[in-house]
């Protein structure tokens, strides 16, 4: 009897030992599941306290660059301003001057500055195209060398000097190679013609035959501000001037007489611009060049690119010489 008790004490004790052990696994298993679950959650808040801090770091870099690009307008503006000043400023524009030397990346605290002041009087203002007349007639004249000069087909020509034409004026009537509304609105997406003069020269992109490549191509060339010259054309400056823009000058115009004229730069009137023989014979009355030459500038383009660390913000700004007011801004 007492050995019956014996082994039935003795088996409740293995059974309770056994449960004991079922419920330290259980136990462990919950602690290790536990563990995990944190070990997660502190992996997880410590990645997105580091994204946090990333994502801040990029913020203020991105500030401090766009500060530090901004900065680097005000100094060309006050280049400008001091080259204003000069006498000799006042006969013209060249590139032997001051604003013309790119400024190269200067320290300014932890990031980098650097300025380059370009000429818009040395380019092909558009919007001259909405101002009818001689003023029209003669910049179509001169993109069409110009087109020309750049390897644009005959057909492209066309279609582009009339569309721009169109974008510009204020009217719905359509060239026979131009396009208005009834043209934009079917493209996907639709937009509707300006009928106003370009803001910016990025504008060309929305025209009418300026596809990607063509824009790189002439982009480098053309304006949407300039000094008023004779009959209300835009004037070119001859000192600041590429080669394709002396070119479409006048037709007589070829690539060595635009080496020459180019190699004899400054000039500060007819007379010197003249010494040039080929120049002089090419700008007889009645030539577009004798309405569009001039020797100094009203408009100029600043960009400065402003650097921290890894970030990099690009300020481009169009800037009126006679007031310093700014025409454009734009930030990249």
Not at 57 to 81: I, M, P, Q, S, W
Not at 92 to 98: N, V
Not at 219 to 233: A, C, D, E, I, N
Not at 251 to 257: E, L, P, Q, W
Request: aromatic share 8%.
């Amino acid at each position: 009897m007492d050995g019956l008790k014996i082994k039935s004490l003795t088996a409740m004790r293995r059974r309770f030992t056994g449960f004991l052990d079922n419920q330290r696994g259980v136990a462990l298993l919950l602690t290790l599941v536990v563990l995990v679950l944190l070990t997660a959650v502190i992996v997880e808040f410590d990645y997105g306290a580091k994204i946090n801090l990333i994502t801040a770091g990029n913020f203020r870099d991105e500030a401090r660059a766009t500060y530090l690009a901004k900065a680097g307008v005000t100094a060309a503006r006050a280049v400008l301003k001091e080259d204003a000043k000069g006498a000799q400023s006042m006969k013209f524009d060249a590139l032997t001057e001051f604003w013309a030397r790119p400024f190269p990346p200067y320290p300014v605290g932890e990031g980098f500055v650097s300025v380059e002041i370009t000429d818009e009087g040395g380019k092909i203002d558009l919007n001259r195209l909405a101002e009818g007349g001689a003023a029209r007639d003669d910049t179509r004249t001169m993109l069409r060398l110009l087109f020309t000069v750049l390897g644009l087909e005959p057909e492209q020509i066309e279609t582009i000097v009339e569309s721009l034409e169109d974008w510009v004026d204020q009217d719905d009537t359509s060239g026979f190679n131009g396009a208005e509304d009834a043209y934009y609105q079917r493209l996907i997406p639709p937009y509707r013609c300006k009928n106003a003069p370009m803001d910016t020269i990025s504008e060309l992109r929305l025209v009418n035959g300026v596809t990607p490549e063509i824009y790189r191509k002439i982009r480098p060339y053309l304006t949407t501000v300039s000094l008023k010259g004779q009959g209300g054309v835009g004037m070119i400056n001859v000192n600041t001037a590429e080669s394709p823009v002396l070119q479409a000058l006048d037709k007589n115009i070829n690539a060595d007489t635009a080496t020459c004229i180019q190699n004899q730069r400054p000039y500060e009137n007819w007379n010197q611009f003249f010494g040039c023989a080929n120049a002089s014979s090419a700008c007889q009355f009645g030539s577009v060049c004798k309405n569009a030459v001039g020797f100094s500038s009203g408009f100029f383009t600043a960009k400065s690119h402003g650097i921290m660390h890894e970030t990099e913000k690009i300020v481009t700004a169009v800037i009126q010489k006679s007031d310093l007011k700014l025409i454009s801004w734009q930030i990249e």
